[in-house]
């Protein structure tokens, strides 16, 4: 993650700028016993985060006019679970396999069969066991 | 191996349960590739359109843009989640049963679920509505890929539906609320409207919790926040109000009012009440201590 220097100084004080401004008033999230006022190293994370997530869609192809707004409408907490996981985390897509997919999956499951030993499908294997 | 596991699935319902046959009219949209979590918000969110004041605030092709990243083929559950937001809806993660899928499905409110429709070591993930339930012929109805009410025997369905955790959203236009709803889980999907920049969504969303659970402290504080935050102050004022008419000692409420008082040219009012907490929290302290010296200094007015 590279941040220059001026960005980060600017985001500090823009952070501690807002949490200064709403230091008397107990927010909604102090009731639901998530943190009350975070500390401005707090939001620096959370905004290096957001700045994580909004790079990965950006090789993963996503259109960069879009991302910000996509990122926008996370929050802090959904931000960082995609920060942290968006390798591993499924992502729901559409009808099944293709034709073709599924005759070369078939094709791929009868082979280690034949080499394990429980079928017998194809000429050009043999068993490991034998 | 292969073969004996690829035995019938069995059906997953207790033998004397009473769910009966529901059937949603959720209008149906054709399948694109790679968009079955933009298409399924589509189809829920046409479903309410036609059947409350609720209006979309976004396009098929703005969902399409929210939701897909090109490398993966697909979408993540966050996205759907983030994208139905911004579609003026809310967000609310169904508990991951039976019991709460049926109990919204008898209140006709479609459920958007993950299903693998294959094994976790080759995972083909989808997102459909489930539109209904049969109980005679033991079968979901969802709009399944390009198949409408496609009727899928329920063993297979709680078989591919388990290898998301039985992930699943309901998805509502913020004056309805789920059935299956827990007051703090509610809150919790409101305040990520008002999170994400859609306070007015968020405030009717509080509102229509208050309907079910008037009594509830943390759900009064939130919307008298809002209230706060969008500048509507009185409104702010009267719900704290409310708040200390069920619990006069409430740290929040008695904080959050004394600024409005002291901010409005009723400091001594102010004083009186941040007298009258009594708190442990050690955050709680520090903001009551702000508030107290913003009250000696003299409090800016509202702008």
């Known amino acids: ?130 | 191996m292969i073969i004996s596991s690829g035995c019938a699935p069995k059906n997953p319902l207790p033998a004397n349960n009473n769910y009966s046959s529901y059937k949603i009219d959720v209008p149906f949209v054709s399948p694109r590739s790679e968009l079955c979590a933009s298409t399924s918000i589509e189809m829920v969110s046409s479903y309410w359109k036609s059947i409350t004041a609720y209006s979309p605030l976004l396009t098929l092709a703005e969902l399409d843009e929210r939701t897909l990243i090109p490398a993966k083929g697909g979408t993540l559950q966050i996205e759907l989640i983030a994208a139905a937001r911004a579609d003026g809806l809310l967000v609310y993660p169904l508990e991951a049963t039976f019991d709460a899928l049926f109990s919204e499905l008898s209140e006709h409110h479609p459920v958007i679920v993950l299903l693998n429709r294959s094994y976790s070591w080759y995972p083909l993930w989808h997102y459909a509505p489930i539109t209904g339930y049969d109980a005679k012929a033991q079968t979901i109805l969802m709009h399944f890929a390009d198949t409408p009410n496609e009727a899928v025997p329920i063993g297979t369905f709680a078989a591919l539906w388990e290898r998301s955790g039985n992930w699943g959203v309901v998805l509502l236009p913020p004056g309805q609320l789920p059935a299956s709803a827990t007051p703090e889980k509610f809150l919790r999907s409101a305040y990520d409207l008002e999170k994400t920049g859609m306070t007015n969504e968020a405030i009717i969303a509080y509102k229509s919790a208050l309907t079910r659970w008037s009594d509830d402290i943390p759900t009064l504080f939130a919307l008298g926040n809002a209230y706060y935050n969008s500048h509507q102050i009185s409104s702010a004022e009267r719900v704290y109000r409310e708040i200390l008419l069920i619990d006069f000692k409430n740290p929040f409420a008695l904080n959050n009012l004394a600024d409005i008082l002291c901010r409005t040219g009723r400091s001594d009012e102010a004083l009186k009440l941040l007298e009258q907490i009594e708190t442990d929290d050690i955050q709680m302290q520090s903001i009551i201590k702000a508030t107290r010296e913003e009250i000696d200094k003299g409090c800016a007015p509202f702008q």
């Open chain 1, 1 to 130: 993650m590279k941040v220059s220097k001026l960005v980060l100084s600017f985001l500090l004080s823009v952070s501690l700028f807002t949490q200064v401004l709403s230091a008397q008033i107990a927010s909604t999230d102090s009731i639901l016993g998530q943190s009350v006022s975070e500390s401005s190293k707090d939001k620096l994370v959370q905004m290096i985060s957001r700045e994580d997530v909004s790079k990965r869609f950006q090789e993963l192809g996503v259109d960069s006019k879009i991302i910000e707004a996509r990122v926008a409408s996370m929050t802090d907490e959904e931000a960082s679970k995609i920060a942290y996981h968006i390798d591993t985390l499924p992502a729901g897509a559409d009808a099944g396999m293709s034709i073709i997919g599924a005759i070369v999956f078939v094709f791929i499951v009868l082979l280690i069969t034949d080499i394990v030993g429980v079928t017998k499908v194809f000429s050009f294997t043999k068993p490991i066991n034998n």
